[in-house]
């Protein structure tokens, strides 16, 4: 079969996109500086991997108690106005981290205090973006906004850290990273204040438990949609091993805090090129099969990477960390948003952002309690097993994932 050509950059012809694309680029590089900080900060003060689990959990939890609501937020009221909010209020968290630090630190509690206000911004946040894409480009052209979309954020996720760990590493501390963060969101709040989007209507009945529940129910009866999700959360969530890198950087690998800024820039490094690959070459058959074949990969790149003491081969295992990642969240994305009506979007969108969140903050969280009961090495390793053990009960659990061919044959399935 052949398919029509079809410009890489298609999605960038849009004014909308290129504003909100810029802006996203500078709120996740901020957020990966400020990440970079935080660890080496906490670590620092404590010297405990479980602190570092501790800082996943202050942000997750949030999202855990708030996700429902932010869901149904992100379909009653605009979303470009929610972002802008989230924009200020993530300026807001950088500040006062600057000022605590200014003031004299030396108990990891006040952090957390703030992380908490961070994820509770983030709860909101997350599915208003997600849910936001799809209005900024045609529907035919929103799998290339996909790949680009993760393709900026993979830049942010390189370009935060490798910005973040050197400037803490030079000056001895956070101070100066603060204030670029807080720097960046605001200059990304004008940016999604400039947006020109059309005027959408969308329902403005009450709120009741029905309808917030909604991204739930429609969630669990779309079998697709669950597998895809749940897949990513168990796999994701038992082989993060990216808590424990302040640990590698500084005990295993002798690296110190720029070396920390390289570990986490180098997942980033392989999902970028990825997701450059996927906008230039998307999938164009059997990307249920892809995607469990790309999460087993993540699995046994953990693994490797959890047994290293090489610098280079540590290396490289985080960047087919991010590459085989990056792929499981092209074709997720895609089912979610494809296969979800916009009425219904912001409330799927807050659950597939609490599982995403449950895999990375609460991830985090596993990891520094096991890292904490058997040691760094065997809990990254022991990680990496369980998620080759959940992508067999995922093959298993939903037959449908395995079954997609094609990403652009997707469509909306009906509310029930």
Known sequence: MTYPPVSGHIAFQYPNFRYYMTARFLITTSSEMQAVAVAWQVYAITHRPLDLGLVGLAQFLP?????????????????????????????????????????????????????????????????????????????????NAV????????????????????????????????????AATLTALALILALRLPAITRPRAAASVEAVLGGLRYIWRTRLVLGAISLDLFAVLLGGAVAMLPVYARDILNLGAPGLGLLRSAPGAGALITAVALAHWPLRRRAGYAMLCCVAGFGIATIVFGLSHSVPLSLLALVMVGATDMVSVNVRQNMVQLTTPDEMRGRVSAVNSLFVGASNELGQFESGITAQWFGVVPSVVLGGIGTLAMVAAGAWLFPALRRVDRLSSLRPTAVR
């Open 147 to 182: 790949a680009w979309n993760a393709s900026v954020f993979m830049s942010a996720v390189i370009v935060g850290p490798m910005i973040g760990g050197p400037i803490y590493g030079l000056l001895g501390n956070p101070i100066p990273v603060y204030a670029c963060a807080a």
């Open 63 to 143: 999202g855990v108690l708030l996700f429902l609501l932010a869901g149904h937020t992100a379909d009653r009221v605009p979303r470009q106005r929610i972002l802008a909010t989230c924009c200020a209020a993530f300026a807001v968290c950088s500040l006062a981290l600057l000022a605590i630090t200014l003031h004299g630190i030396s108990s990891v509690w006040p952090i957390y205090a703030v992380l908490l206000g961070n994820g509770t911004v983030r709860a909101f946040n997350g599915p208003a973006s997600q849910a936001f894409v799809p209005l900024l480009v045609p529907v035919e052209h929103f799998p």
